[in-house]
T-cell receptor
């Protein structure tokens, strides 16, 4: 059983740039969620995708957007990067909404 | 609006003793509670969960207790082992919800 994989592991960008983070969900899981974990904080829900549609969104601005593909892999896109976007971005998959999440190792994004 | 709170940022315990990690929540609609364990440079790993219809769930050395009237849950680890040293997050959601709410984490150090 393949777990959740994320790429890249680390990324450095400058303010104003755009970034795309990628995630492959665990086999058999059709729901993908993205979380942001700032330093010293717990993961914060960004949004969830189910069957290629956004299925709920946390308190994040529209410059955070996503996609889910037919193979259930997913992308997180962030436009107009700000310094406060520096964080660990975690992708998690689950069999269905509300079930326990299986996390990837995350992408550490630094915005300079 | 922090709906799940872990008020102890850190905890140190001697090997072989009991570790007790605490978590409080404010939303009475939460009905599913989980504990995750996180090592540095890795994503959170699911540890144990409990439904709101129960007040205790055990899995080997790990036991989670839920006190709904106090809106409090705790994780007991007995006996504690050095490999248990990690950051522990509690999380909660509603059965109909698509997002998990996480606490800020407690860093557990088990001293050999």
């Amino acid at each position: 059983e393949t777990g959740v994989t994320q790429s890249p592991t680390h990324l450095i960008k400058t303010r104003g740039q755009q970034v795309t983070l990628r995630c492959s969900s665990q086999s058999g899981h059709n729901t993908v969620s993205w979380y942001q974990q700032a330093l010293g904080q717990g993961p914060q829900f960004i949004f969830q995708y189910y069957r290629e549609e956004e299925n709920g969104r946390g308190n994040f601005p529209p410059r955070f957007s996503g996609l889910q593909f037919p193979n259930y892999s997913s992308e997180l896109n962030v436009n107009a990067l700000e310094l406060d976007d520096s964080a660990l971005y975690l992708c998690a998959s689950s069999r269905i909404t509300g079930e326990k999440l299986f996390f990837g190792s995350g992408t550490q994004l630094s915005v300079l | 609006d922090q709906q799940v709170k872990q008020n102890s940022p850190s905890l140190s315990v001697q090997e072989g003793r009991i570790s007790i990690l605490n978590c409080d929540y404010t939303n009475s609609m939460f009905d599913y509670f989980l504990w995750y364990k996180k090592y540095p440079a890795e994503g959170p790993t699911f540890l144990i969960s409990i439904s709101s219809i129960k007040d205790k769930n055990e899995d080997g050395r790990f036991t989670v207790f839920l006190n709904k009237s106090a809106k409090h849950l705790s994780l007991h680890i007995v006996p504690s082992q050095p490999g248990d040293s990690a950051v522990y997050f509690c999380a909660a959601n509603r059965a109909t919800g698509n997002q998990f709410y996480f606490g800020t984490g407690t860093s557990l150090t088990v001293i050999p």
